[in-house]
């Protein structure tokens, strides 16, 4: 009597075997790909510290100085790309490059230091330049984007980064409008390119125009795209400038959650929807919305009340303000690694247009109403 076989190597066995060894070869190269940008997170802030030193005393000691950490995060990103492409690796790892995480994570934890509280000084002021700069900026780009036929979603997330905080608001919008990879390193390349030069050329402008220490706080606050950049330029001028840029600019980053609001109800009902299509419903309407505004703005509420009530509320903050920093490396370094100069060829020279006229217009409307504003304003002994 012939025994059964106990072992039947079948088709579907040898399926399920393959797909086992293809998850944990995926996986295995996803944790690569995040090691990578570790290391170049690492490398990051290694960098950030240790330049202003090598500089010092030297012709470029300023400028080290001022120089913010997604500049060299970008940068050895765009590196590391080129070298991995060239090896045959990119794609390979491009599961561990978490842009979306690592911006995310980051952008809850930076609702954390966003004291609602601090704005009460200059809560007035800051508040109505932020809404009417963010308007009347955020139109101009819009309307202009429309003009020179941009595709809606890269429209708007050059209108979002020029109008409120550059790349924060990119990706905001970005999460918001469900735009590519690619639009999105665009958008981040324009905000650092247009925001370094800013650094210097708005606090000589303002020593220029003759502006006081607080009109000119208001102005580099208003202007710039970026928070660290803002922190540079205004410290540049002085404590006074630099505490108004500094109010300016967060009251500015506390409207990210609202123009994302914003973009996900146009999209949803006008961009994407198709003609004699029903409305959107409640559900298909919260699917869409970034849910990382949601913590956000429960990060910038928790924030608030802790600094007021804890014993070591400000210690506290400070470690998750490094902590953010670290989250936002990574994705910087991400970027540069997910980097397409397909993405770029394809856009062309448009929104480069786009994001330098809307960058005059947000000069010229910001000086103004820091003028009016903030003319007469004096910050509390």
Not at 52 to 76: D, K, Q, T
Not at 304 to 312: E, G, I, M, S
Request: aromatic share 10%.
């Amino acid at each position: 009597m012939t025994e059964p076989d106990t072992h039947t190597d079948t088709t579907a066995d040898r399926q399920d075997r393959a797909a086992w060894i293809s998850r944990v070869s995926g996986r295995t190269l996803a944790a690569a790909g995040v090691a990578v940008a570790v290391v170049l997170g690492a490398l990051t802030r290694l960098l950030e510290q240790q330049v202003p030193e090598w500089a010092e005393g030297g012709p470029f000691e300023r400028v080290a100085g001022s120089i913010e950490f997604p500049v060299y995060a970008i940068a050895l990103g765009l590196l590391g790309n080129l070298i991995l492409s060239r090896t045959g690796w990119r794609d390979r790892l491009s599961g561990g490059f978490r842009t979306e995480f690592f911006i995310k994570t980051g952008l809850v934890l930076l609702g954390a230091s966003i004291n609602l509280t601090v704005l009460v000084t200059a809560a007035g002021p800051a508040i109505l330049q932020g809404l009417l700069l963010i308007s009347i900026v955020f139109a101009f780009s819009w309307w202009i984007g429309g003009k020179l036929g941009l595709d809606e979603k890269l429209r708007a997330l050059l209108s979002a980064a020029v109008s409120i905080c550059g790349v924060s608001a990119a990706i905001a919008a970005a999460g918001a409008v469900q735009a590519k990879r690619e639009q999105l390193a665009y958008a981040a390349s324009l905000v650092i390119v247009f925001a370094l030069p800013s650094i210097f050329l708005l606090p000589w402008l303002a020593g220029v125009f003759g502006l006081s220490d607080v009109v000119a706080g208001a102005w580099i606050g208003g202007n710039i795209d970026t928070t660290a950049a803002v922190a540079a330029s205004g410290a540049i001028l002085g404590d006074e400038a630099l505490q108004i840029a500094t109010i300016v600019k967060t009251t500015q980053n506390a409207l990210i959650g609202f123009v994302a609001v914003a973009l996900t109800a146009y999209f949803a009902l006008r961009v994407e929807r198709k003609p004699g299509a029903a409305r959107p419903s409640v559900r298909e309407f919260w699917e869409r919305f970034p849910k990382f505004v949601l913590g956000f703005i429960a990060a910038s509420v928790i924030g608030t009340l802790w600094v007021r009530f804890a014993a070591d509320g400000k210690a506290d903050i400070a470690v998750i303000n490094d902590l953010r920093t670290w989250f936002l490396i990574f994705a910087f370094v991400s970027i540069g690694l997910e980097f397409s100069a397909k993405g770029l060829r394809d856009a062309g020279w448009r929104p480069i247009a786009v994001f330098g006229s809307a960058t005059v217009v947000n000069i010229v409307v910001a000086l103004g109403l820091a003028t009016i504003l903030f003319g007469n304003f004096e910050l509390p002994s």
